[in-house]
């Protein structure tokens, strides 16, 4: 195997997975969690009358990352993971982020303010 990988996957599976851009509209702390940051995020989901919706996505990025320095900033997330639920809450996505081997986590930002709901392709 030429790369570096666990395992490969088709074109086909990774073609499944949905990466959208996120606007970060509030972020805070999960009660009782040393880890999780509860993020609302606008990524381009809308309600029966058109509207846009908040979508909740709980992260395990809170010891590295203050929730009020994420308010406002777009990332990337995997938009179409079951819901999952977490410390009592209902997760609904994924935050992309690398992890680097002295566990120093980055999340994953678009170059340019783009705003969510932006498919990435």
Same mark, same amino acid.
């Given at each position: 195997m030429p790369y570096n990988?666990? !395992?490969?996957?088709? !074109?086909?599976?990774?073609?499944?997975?949905? @990466?959208k851009t996120a606007h970060v509209v509030t972020a805070e702390r999960v009660p009782n969690s040393e880890k999780l940051l509860r @993020?609302? @995020?606008?990524v381009g989901d809308t309600n029966e009358t058109g509207e846009l919706v908040e979508r909740i996505v709980l992260a395990g990025i809170g010891k590295q990352y203050e929730p009020e320095l994420l308010v406002g900033k777009d990332i990337v997330i995997v938009a179409n993971l079951e819901p999952r639920s977490l410390m009592?809450?209902?997760s609904n996505g994924m935050i992309v982020a690398a992890t680097n081997g002295d566990g120093v986590i980055s999340i994953l930002?678009?170059?340019k303010p783009i705003g969510g709901g932006w498919k990435i392709k």
């Open positions: 990988s666990v !395992y490969m996957i088709s !074109y086909d599976d990774f073609a499944k997975v949905e @990466l @993020l609302s @995020l606008q009592g809450e209902v930002q678009p170059d």
